[in-house]
């Protein structure tokens, strides 16, 4: 399970971005590794069809990636004459949902738990973090020199990883929250937050991050998030009273720059405000029936009409909807009828808490990120949580049905 997290979180994946691919990425693994899940997917299901048993969790992971492709690449193709071969390609990350059956047939085949699953999720980690830092310290310049401005402090970023240390991060923390597992647990929470900041370098997920637990901890500890943030007031009034000017001028430094990004006076300039409008305008025009997934690749995409600034990536669900249109909300429909289902067999309390918390840190990453495009191997982690939960809850509710009855025993025997 650990070498198929380390495949599934893309940190040995390569992109083709700055942000996102490091040195050892090879070319084209990430296509020949959905090939192989294509491939081991279609023949679970057409084992299970020939033995007439398909299980439903196995047709949605199957299906909704593949008619996502259909009707990305195909309203791209009906809309600007793309031939499909493009969409698929601009939108084949979408095939990670077949990571699912990967996953579940190695939860099933070994009985592992959610505990073994975390275990095995907190390893992936590691290894990314270590391989990651010595990166940073063996090769810094095949890091650095990937056209990123001198002074911004991402210059070794590697941004592919930042999920698998969110996830872990939050892990951690409800672990800490509810769980008597300490040394895991406090693992887990330095691993995923020190990747955070020192690898991922990616402000959006780190935020998120920081705010899902930020609730999860008022949630479950509201003394604990007071504490927190009377710790935190009176650090930052030290720190100022003891280096007012050099803390004032770094934090305006880092901030300002983004503050003017969204709202300074070159507002109309900014490129995800400007392919926000442009994403609106031509759903609105197109009657939301949706434009498809428009490669770059294909005579330089749309951006040769719209100019350079576009991007539908940039623009996180909305992006989505601009590759299927209405379709989206049949989508969303089909997921939460299927996830709610499963939900419902969770019986632990912890483990309830650790998925409800990871969904709100995806909800909120969502507008900017979008919640399927990029995203199908964590869904497909998701579900492994909650079938591994599922499993665990109905193994002990059968052990408890057919346990002896005990006698009972008066007060006066005793």
């Not at 069809?49 to 259909?70: I, N």
């Not at 009034?237 to 503050?259: D, H, K, Y």
């Amino acid at each position: 399970m650990t070498a198929l997290f380390c495949s599934a979180f893309q940190f040995f994946h390569s992109f083709g971005k700055a942000f996102e691919t490091q040195p050892l990425a090879p070319y084209l693994l990430l296509e020949v590794t959905l090939a192989v899940l294509l491939l081991f997917a279609s023949i679970t299901i057409a084992l299970q069809v020939a033995s007439g048993r398909v299980r439903p969790l196995d047709l949605f992971f199957f299906l909704f990636p593949l008619v996502w492709l259909t009707l990305s690449a195909g309203f791209a193709w009906l809309m600007f004459d793309q031939p499909p071969i493009f969409g698929i390609g601009e939108d084949r990350r979408i095939l990670t949902f077949l990571y699912w059956f990967a996953f579940d047939a190695v939860r099933r085949r070994f009985g592992l738990t959610v505990t073994d699953i975390l275990r095995a999720l907190v390893l992936c980690a590691c290894i990314y973090l270590i391989v990651a830092i010595g990166l940073q310290i063996i090769v810094p310049d095949r890091l650095s020199g990937r056209a990123i401005p001198d002074l911004d402090t991402r210059r070794l970023r590697m941004s592919a990883p930042g999920d698998c240390f969110a996830i872990t991060f939050l892990s951690g923390l409800v672990g800490s929250l509810v769980s008597r597992h300490r040394a895991i647990n406090l693992l887990a929470l330095t691993v995923g937050l020190v990747g955070l900041l020192q690898v991922a370098q990616t402000r959006q997920l780190t935020l998120a991050a920081l705010a899902a637990a930020v609730i999860i901890i008022w949630l479950w500890r509201p003394h604990w998030a007071l504490a927190l943030a009377a710790a935190g007031t009176a650090a930052f009034l030290v720190t100022i009273s003891l280096r007012g000017p050099v803390v004032f001028e770094q934090l305006v430094e880092a901030v300002v720059p983004n503050m003017q990004e969204f709202f300074g006076a070159n507002l109309a300039e900014n490129a995800r405000i400007n392919t926000l409008g442009i994403v609106v305008g031509l759903l609105e025009d197109n009657h939301f029936l949706g434009l498809g997934a428009v490669s770059l690749l294909h005579d330089g995409g749309l951006a040769r009409i719209y100019g350079r600034d576009f991007f539908v990536n940039d623009v996180g669900f909305l992006g989505e909807v601009f590759r299927v249109g209405l379709f989206y909300c049949g989508f969303l429909a089909v997921y939460a009828a299927i996830a709610l289902k499963l939900w419902q067999r969770v019986g632990c309390a912890q483990h309830r808490a650790l998925i409800a918390g990871l969904y709100l840190f995806y909800f909120l990453q969502a507008p900017t990120d979008g919640f399927f495009y990029r995203l199908g191997f964590v869904h497909a982690f998701l579900f492994l949580l909650m079938a591994a939960a599922a499993a665990r809850s109905r193994q002990t509710s059968a052990e408890w049905r057919q346990a002896p009855s005990q006698p009972t025993v008066s007060a006066r025997a005793l």
